[in-house]
């Protein structure tokens, strides 16, 4: 049925390209979680930011709620539309602006996909290190939106650290430039910041302008098979203090037993219960000596059974797939996913905890634990059993994440390490944050969005 509001919007902007077949609809109104059924008003597909601050203008003036759209690759429902909402996709807005070699900072359009950053970086000699499986999809702005982490936060940062201004336009169609790319700014608050994890409810990620970091250097992947998990915390140690540490990520045999039947290639011969891949700095004889070394330790600690070293580029990629495949390999099974967080000291005692809880509350499921431990991040999937109803097995699985809600707060945890609160984790934001922060929270969005417009009831409720 055509809706008057989107012929009220053609007119307010008459050059926006507006979407409504049902389609796009379905298309656009979904991101990687695919518990919500799509029920957009319409695609704005904006060219340029004027055409962005118009929309905004005329949606804050007709109380029009907007979800700004980047590659919906989002774990936590962060893009979904299902409530008639105007879908703001930067698609058409996915260009590289330009790079300063004093300054190395590359400024990019939003809708830029994480890999035109990375390939741009190259071209000028250097890198942009934030890095994880969905490169190819997501854009910039998505990643600034839920301060995206990935495989190389042990080393680098999150998102957040390389992001040196921002174009932020508010829920009233102002246009904010944040921080303009400088080091040093101690003028007021740092607006920059709260941008980053806004999951779009504070206005829409325009432009943004990213640190670039020194090339990345010659590295070696180590693939190891682990006893038990009492022993994951002292490998990561070891190696951190013996290696130029790249990325330390862990995986459980039900996690490689998928990613196998997915079509990668299986390691060893004998399965084990859990399994690391790290990646180091290394160059020439001596990085080899060295990693031999480590790996040497590691067994003579009896902490590690087996391992594979990467010799070349092919080979790193093989034993890469075995950690990065895992999200898409689980896809079929509708996962219910979890993904949580504790100071990396807190995480033996924590995936103790967890381990017990999740075996005494979960005997029926296939529970897969992956996920960035050398930063305390665990990724936790439950698979559906196929003969049970979505409803029934998400009822379950919400049981179950508030006692691990309660476990975190006893360990000082979050409930989202990088994926965000959108839909999926909204109910459980107050077991980590509390109501005076939430307040502030609340005060912070109505600063920058007084109607409320801005992806109403992700995060938290309006
Ligand atoms: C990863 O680390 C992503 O691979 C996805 O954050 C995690 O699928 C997941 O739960
Ligand atoms: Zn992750």
Same mark, same amino acid.
Request: aromatic share 8%; glycine share 10%.
């Given at each position: 049925?055509?809706?008057?509001?989107?012929?009220?919007?053609?007119?307010?902007?008459?050059?926006? *390209?507006?979407?409504?077949?049902?389609?796009?609809?379905?298309?656009?109104?979904?991101?990687?979680?695919?518990?919500?059924?799509?029920?957009?008003?319409? @695609?704005?597909?904006?060219?340029?930011?004027? *055409?962005?601050?118009?929309?905004?203008?005329?949606?804050?003036?007709?109380?029009?709620?907007?979800?700004?759209?980047?590659?919906?690759?989002?774990?936590?429902?962060?893009?979904?539309?299902?409530?008639?909402?105007?879908?703001?996709?930067?698609?058409?807005?996915?260009?590289?602006?330009?790079?300063?070699?004093?300054?190395?900072?590359?400024?990019?359009?939003?809708?830029?996909?994480?890999?035109?950053?990375?390939?741009?970086?190259?071209?000028?000699?250097?890198?942009?290190?934030?890095? =994880?499986?969905?490169?190819?999809?997501?854009?910039?702005?998505?990643?600034?939106?839920?301060?995206?982490?990935? @495989?190389?936060?042990?080393?680098?940062?999150?998102?957040?650290?390389?992001?040196?201004?921002?174009?932020?336009?508010?829920?009233?169609?102002?246009?904010?430039?944040?921080?303009?790319?400088?080091?040093?700014?101690?003028?007021?608050?740092?607006?920059?910041?709260?941008?980053?994890?806004?999951?779009?409810?504070?206005?829409?990620?325009?432009?943004?302008?990213?640190?670039?970091?020194?090339?990345?250097?010659?590295?070696?992947?180590?693939?190891?098979?682990?006893?038990?998990?009492?022993?994951?915390?002292?490998?990561?140690?070891?190696?951190?203090?013996?290696?130029?540490?790249?990325?330390?990520?862990? =995986?459980?045999?039900?996690?490689?037993?998928?990613?196998?039947?997915?079509?990668?290639?299986?390691?060893?011969?004998?399965?084990?219960?859990?399994?690391?891949?790290?990646?180091?700095?290394?160059?020439?004889?001596?990085?080899?000596?060295?990693?031999?070394?480590?790996?040497?330790?590691?067994?003579?600690?009896?902490?590690?059974?087996?391992?594979? @070293?990467?010799?070349?580029?092919?080979?790193?990629?093989?034993?890469?797939?075995?950690?990065?495949?895992?999200?898409?390999?689980?896809?079929?099974?509708?996962?219910?996913?979890?993904?949580?967080?504790?100071?990396?000291?807190?995480?033996?005692?924590?995936?103790?905890?967890?381990?017990?809880?999740?075996?005494?509350?979960?005997?029926?499921?296939?529970?897969?634990?992956?996920?960035? @431990?050398?930063?305390?991040?665990?990724?936790?999937?439950?698979?559906?059993?196929?003969?049970?109803?979505?409803?029934?097995?998400?009822?379950?699985?919400?049981?179950?994440?508030?006692?691990?809600?309660?476990?975190?707060?006893?360990?000082?945890?979050?409930?989202?390490?990088?994926?965000?609160?959108?839909?999926?984790?909204?109910?459980?934001?107050?077991?980590?944050?509390?109501?005076?922060?939430?307040?502030?929270?609340?005060?912070?969005?109505?600063?920058?969005?007084?109607?409320?417009?801005?992806?109403?009831?992700?995060?938290?409720?309006?």
């Amino acid at each position: 049925m055509y809706d008057a509001r989107i012929s009220s919007l053609q007119a307010a902007v008459p050059a926006l *390209q507006v979407l409504t077949d049902p389609t796009d609809l379905a298309h656009y109104g979904v991101d990687w979680t695919r518990r919500w059924t799509p029920a957009p008003l319409a @695609i704005a597909l904006p060219a340029d930011v004027a *055409q962005v601050q118009a929309v905004m203008r005329w949606a804050h003036a007709q109380g029009v709620a907007v979800v700004p759209s980047g590659g919906r690759t989002g774990l936590s429902g962060g893009a979904v539309a299902a409530n008639g909402e105007l879908v703001l996709s930067l698609q058409r807005m996915n260009k590289v602006l330009g790079f300063d070699a004093v300054d190395r900072l590359l400024t990019v359009q939003a809708g830029a996909a994480l890999e035109t950053v990375h390939e741009a970086a190259r071209t000028h000699g250097l890198q942009y290190p934030v890095d =994880f499986a969905a490169r190819g999809s997501c854009t910039i702005g998505g990643n600034i939106a839920t301060n995206a982490g990935g @495989i190389r936060v042990v080393r680098y940062g999150n998102t957040r650290e390389w992001v040196a201004g921002v174009k932020l336009v508010t829920g009233t169609g102002e246009l904010l430039d944040l921080n303009r790319g400088l080091v040093k700014n101690s003028s007021g608050y740092d607006l920059r910041h709260l941008a980053v994890a806004s999951e779009g409810t504070l206005g829409v990620i325009v432009e943004a302008t990213l640190r670039l970091a020194e090339p990345a250097p010659a590295t070696r992947v180590m693939l190891l098979a682990l006893p038990s998990f009492d022993v994951l915390m002292q490998v990561f140690q070891a190696l951190r203090e013996r290696l130029g540490l790249e990325a330390f990520e862990f =995986f459980t045999d039900r996690a490689l037993h998928h990613v196998v039947a997915h079509g990668a290639q299986p390691p060893f011969d004998t399965a084990y219960p859990f399994y690391v891949v790290a990646e180091f700095a290394s160059e020439g004889e001596a990085g080899e000596v060295a990693l031999l070394s480590a790996f040497e330790h590691c067994v003579e600690q009896g902490w590690v059974e087996d391992g594979v @070293i990467s010799h070349g580029d092919t080979q790193a990629a093989q034993l890469w797939r075995l950690r990065e495949g895992i999200t898409e390999s689980l896809a079929p099974y509708v996962p219910y996913k979890n993904d949580v967080s504790v100071r990396v000291s807190a995480m033996p005692a924590f995936l103790a905890e967890t381990q017990a809880l999740l075996a005494a509350e979960y005997p029926q499921f296939d529970v897969v634990w992956f996920g960035h @431990i050398g930063d305390g991040n665990l990724h936790i999937n439950v698979l559906k059993p196929e003969a049970m109803a979505n409803p029934d097995f998400v009822i379950e699985c919400e049981r179950v994440t508030k006692l691990l809600a309660a476990t975190l707060e006893r360990h000082g945890g979050s409930i989202s390490a990088e994926h965000g609160i959108g839909l999926v984790k909204k109910p459980y934001l107050r077991s980590t944050r509390s109501d005076a922060e939430i307040a502030v929270m609340r005060g912070i969005k109505a600063a920058l969005d007084p109607a409320g417009i801005l992806n109403p009831g992700k995060l938290f409720d309006p």
